[in-house]
Structure formats: C-alpha cells, structure tokens
C-alpha cells in the first residue's frame, strides 16, 4: 500500500516562500508520476504541477508557472514543491499524489491520480 505524507506548509506572508515536501512510503517512487494538487475552501481540486516517473518531464498550471517548482529525490523517497512569489489566492489545502499507471509521464488530472496524502494546509495573508 503506498503512502504519501506532506509536510511544509504553513503561514507565509505574500511574495515570500516555502517548500512542500511529499514522503513516499510502501513502494519505490521511480514507478510513479507524482502531482501536485491544491483545494481552496469552496472551490474544486486543481492540479497545480506534476513530474514523470523518472523526473524527465513536468508541468504546471498556469497560475503557477514561473514561481513553483517541482523536483524529486528517488534516493530519499521525496518530491518537493518549491513555491516562491506567494499570493493570496495560492492559499489552500496542497495534496501530493501518486500516478494510477506505473512509468507515467503525469498529469493535472486527479482522476488520473489513486494514492493522496493527507494535505497540508498554505495560508498566504499579511
């Protein structure tokens, strides 16, 4: 069964920084595409980036474009989300997820997604 734990998130002033983590357990991560998923009160879950199963290729929303950046550590287990240039509407519940097919090149899709994390809470306000 494969498990995914975020951390990082957090209050952040806007224009500042922070990194997600995304902890994988119960598989090895080079089998999967990871994405990058966020939730705003009232709003649907949006994909925000992804990265193939070996790292080759990502993408990103266009919100988002130009300030995240996604990356992987295979060693480790470990996807990040560096996001810089905060904004108030970045504000909202990010989840990290694993590809439903192994060797994926990933997606912005949730449905194309079976493994989540718990999420981790991103509050950008001064």
């Known amino acids: 069964q494969v498990q995914l734990v975020e951390s990082g998130g957090g209050l952040v002033q806007p224009g500042g920084s922070l990194r997600l983590s995304c902890a994988v357990s119960?598989?090895?991560?080079?089998?999967?595409?990871i994405g990058w998923f966020r939730q705003a009160p009232g709003k649907e879950r949006e994909g925000v980036s992804c990265?193939?199963?070996?790292?080759?290729?990502?993408d990103y929303a266009d919100s988002v474009k130009g300030r995240f950046t996604i990356s992987r550590d295979s060693a480790k287990n470990m996807v990040y989300l560096q996001m810089n240039s905060l904004k108030p509407e970045d504000t909202a519940v990010y989840y990290c997820?694993?590809?439903?097919?192994?060797?994926?090149?990933?997606?912005?899709?949730?449905?194309?997604?079976?493994?989540w994390g718990q999420g981790t809470q991103v509050t950008v306000s001064s």
């Open positions: 997820a694993t590809s439903r097919s192994r060797w994926a090149y990933g997606s912005l899709r949730s449905s194309d997604y079976d493994n």
């Open positions: 990265i193939s199963y070996n790292g080759g290729s990502t």
């Open positions: 119960g598989s090895t991560l080079d089998y999967y595409a």
